[in-house]
């Protein structure tokens, strides 16, 4: 299995219950490394866009306030099969149908506000990096 990076939001509803250790814990015991990591303020612009592939969902709207609503800690994460084991641990995204032992099923509060993104392919993690990191902030 070849190691992989892919892109991780720590949400609003995390950072405003003090779980970045927390979550971050649980990322690095699923097998994952954090390559880099910064907390940040997004910007209304930037959700909009980073979301933009749910605009015509009835959800977008409330979406994008909820991501601005507070601070995110952005992440890149490596490990083998990153994308996969990211989600696995992650768990659904509705925390009412997520497994046991997994982020949302532990800490989240509700299919909006479920503690954590993560990229669904190794192409889309590939942009969403770039959409928030530059190549010298990640140090593998
Ligand atoms: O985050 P994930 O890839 O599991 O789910 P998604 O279908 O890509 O949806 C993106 C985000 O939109 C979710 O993580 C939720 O925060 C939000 N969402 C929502 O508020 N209501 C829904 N019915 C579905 C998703
Ligand atoms: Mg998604």
Redesign the pocket.
């Known amino acids: 299995m070849a190691v992989t990076r892919t892109f991780s939001i720590i949400k609003p509803d995390a950072t405003r219950r003090n779980l970045t250790g927390a979550v971050t814990k649980m990322l690095e015991e699923a097998g994952l490394r954090v390559v880099a990591s910064k907390r940040i303020q997004m910007s209304e612009d930037q959700a909009k866009k980073f979301?933009e592939v749910?605009a015509e969902r009835p959800?977008y709207g409330?979406?994008v306030d909820?991501m601005t609503s507070g601070p995110v800690v952005v992440q890149v994460l490596e490990g083998e099969d990153a994308v996969k084991r990211n989600r696995d641990v992650?768990g659904a995204?509705n925390p009412a149908d997520a497994e046991d032992g997994t982020i949302r099923k532990t800490y989240a509060e509700s299919?909006?506000a479920?503690s954590v993104?993560?990229s669904?392919s190794d192409e889309n993690a590939a942009n969403e990096i770039d959409f928030f990191f530059s190549k010298d902030e990640i140090v593998g």
């Open positions: 979301y749910h959800f409330e979406l909820f992650m995204t299919i909006e479920n993104h993560g669904d």
